[in-house]
């Protein structure tokens, strides 16, 4: 089955500290992985994806994620977080399986504090 | 980039009333949109899968005769929760495929539509 594990329900970080959030697929094709970041009451933004190739790959807003096959991992990292980072994080993967559906995972809470 | 809007932003309803919502994708013709629910802090499931020139494929667990889905153009797809109930407020999120110009595996993202029935 496809799915999408975010262990972290929300992480507290301190401002200027590095940050990383994990997160787990299962997927039964070739997945495509994405990190969405949403601010409260607002849509989704696309932070970074993966379809192939290098699999360090680097997004917006600093941020950068690196995929790992062997541990079905695509985490997502920054060195320096700013106050503006607080907000809800979403892991998804998509892909051919299942009509190009993207499933997403339950998310993680990113608290900055000062 | 591909740009997907959602009007409205925000609706308030009284129980029992239908409401349309309405899901464009701008710069880009869209085969497939997909319709999302968001309940507040959590994390965001599709209802169903909408195709044009064709009938929507609903996930399971959602009421095809709630949420009628129809997507009679290329670049509009709509959603209508008939007889709304309290229950049915939430935040919808539509997000269209842009086949002809990006990968089939990418969605973009409406900027979502906020339901209260009170």
């Known amino acids: 089955a496809q799915s999408v594990t975010q262990p972290d329900i929300h992480i507290t970080v301190s401002e200027g500290a590095s940050l990383e959030l994990r997160c787990n697929y299962s997927y039964g094709a070739t997945p495509y992985l994405f990190w969405y970041v949403q601010s409260p009451g607002q849509g989704l933004q696309l932070l970074l994806k993966?379809?192939?190739?290098?699999?360090l790959v680097q997004g917006i807003k600093g941020f950068e994620a690196e995929f790992k096959r062997s541990q079905s991992s695509f985490n997502l990292r920054k060195p320096s977080v700013h106050w503006s980072d607080a907000a809800e994080y979403f892991c998804a993967v998509g892909g051919d399986t299942g009509g190009f559906k993207t499933i997403f995972g339950a998310g993680t809470r990113l608290f900055v504090k000062a | 980039g591909a740009v997907v809007s959602q009007h409205p932003s925000r609706v308030i309803c009284k129980s029992g009333t239908s409401v349309k919502i309405e899901c464009r994708s701008l710069?880009?013709?869209?085969?497939?949109m997909f319709w999302y629910r968001q309940f507040p802090k959590q994390s965001l499931m599709l209802m169903a899968t909408?195709?044009?020139?064709?009938?929507?494929?609903?996930e399971q667990g959602v009421e095809k005769d709630k949420f009628l889905i129809n997507h009679a153009s290329l670049t509009l797809s709509t959603l209508t929760v008939t007889s709304a109930h309290p229950e049915d407020s939430s935040f919808y999120i539509c997000?269209?495929?842009?086949?002809?110009?990006?990968?089939?595996?990418?969605?973009?993202f409406g900027p979502g539509t906020r339901l209260t029935v009170t």
């Open positions: 710069d880009f013709q869209a085969t497939t």
């Open positions: 909408s195709n044009e020139g064709s009938k929507a494929t609903y």
């Open positions: 997000s269209a495929r842009d086949v002809a110009g990006g990968t089939p595996y990418e969605q973009y």
């Open positions: 993966y379809f192939s190739g290098d699999t």
